[in-house]
């Protein structure tokens, strides 16, 4: 349906953008990655993992026992940090983009700036604010591209070997 290719000015080389199934499909892993970790944190560090990602409950009616549940939105932040560090570095992505064979890029297909990273993961609250309409985004735009990713002018492409 689009032209998927793009050439990168300062390389000459062909780079393909990255789907969104690819893109979803990272994000699945590093989502299913992070909150296991938030669990086993909480295990090993309950006061702190509490006052971080937890919630308390109500306690029952029989027993009087306290529970507590994850806050949704902290795995999103843990998310948003995790990527923030992870798109800047030589590998170029999370390591649900690396499963996917997937990396992040500026406009030109260089490696982003940590100031690049900052931009682009926190203007994914923003992507997903908007009852997640940013990131569908990519399913209708010919660069595959979601609201982030064209506001910060970075590359979500396809690794070639």
Do not use: E
Not at 90 to 95: D, L, R
Not at 99 to 112: E, F
């Amino acid at each position: 349906m689009f032209d998927t290719t793009l050439y990168a000015s300062q390389s000459n080389l062909s780079l393909t953008y990255a789907n969104f199934g690819g893109r979803l499909s990272a994000t699945l892993i590093d989502l299913f990655m992070l909150t296991i970790l938030v669990f086993l944190f909480k295990i090993a560090f309950p006061d702190i993992s509490n006052v971080l990602f937890f919630k308390k409950t109500t306690p029952s009616v029989i027993g009087g026992i306290t529970h507590w549940v994850l806050i949704k939105s902290s795995v999103i932040w843990v998310w948003i940090i995790y990527s923030m560090i992870m798109d800047c570095t030589a590998m170029q992505g999370t390591v649900g983009k690396q499963i996917m064979k997937i990396m992040v890029t500026d406009g030109n297909g260089d490696q982003l700036t940590v100031l690049k990273s900052i931009k682009r993961n926190l203007l994914k609250v923003i992507s997903f604010t908007f009852a997640g309409l940013g990131f569908l985004f990519i399913l209708i735009d010919k660069d595959n591209k979601g609201w982030h990713d064209r506001i910060a002018n970075t590359l979500v492409i396809q690794k070639r070997f």
